[in-house]
């Protein structure tokens, strides 16, 4: 079991940043696929980014170039640093952890996930 706690939201203006972060506990974290989903109001959760245990990352393209994943397995965290944020970024980020092997972006492939922390971008 893993369990996963996200913090570090809030709102931000336009072109500002924020760093969320993302701590896990249980199983061995060093060893998981680690993602960051967002969902915004009426619209269906959406991949952002992901990590694998040695540092590899894939990103949306919506995002890429703005936001960086990176991850401390000493401290069992996950960050997702986001710079020039626009009012399309805001939703409610998750972050997932999946016990596959290879990085995915498909939130069907992702076993646990965390609450959830609301990001607000203003104009």
């Known amino acids: 079991q893993v369990h996963l706690v996200e913090s570090g939201g809030g709102l931000v203006q336009a072109g500002g940043s924020l760093r969320v972060s993302c701590a896990g506990s249980?199983?061995?974290?060093?060893?998981?696929?680690m993602g960051w989903f967002r969902q915004a109001p009426g619209k269906e959760r959406e991949f952002v980014a992901a990590?694998?245990?040695?540092?590899?990352?894939t990103y949306a393209d919506s995002v890429k170039g703005r936001f960086t994943i990176s991850r401390d397995n000493a401290k069992n965290t996950v960050y997702l640093q986001m710079n020039k944020l626009k009012p399309e970024d805001t939703a409610v980020y998750y972050c997932?952890?999946?016990?596959?092997?290879?990085?995915?972006?498909?939130?069907?492939?992702?076993?646990?996930w965390g609450q959830g922390t609301q990001v607000t971008v203003s104009s």
């Open positions: 990590i694998n245990w040695s540092g590899g990352s």
């Open positions: 997932a952890a999946t016990l596959r092997v290879r990085l995915t972006t498909r939130a069907l492939e992702y076993d646990y």
């Open positions: 249980g199983r061995t974290f060093r060893n998981l696929v």
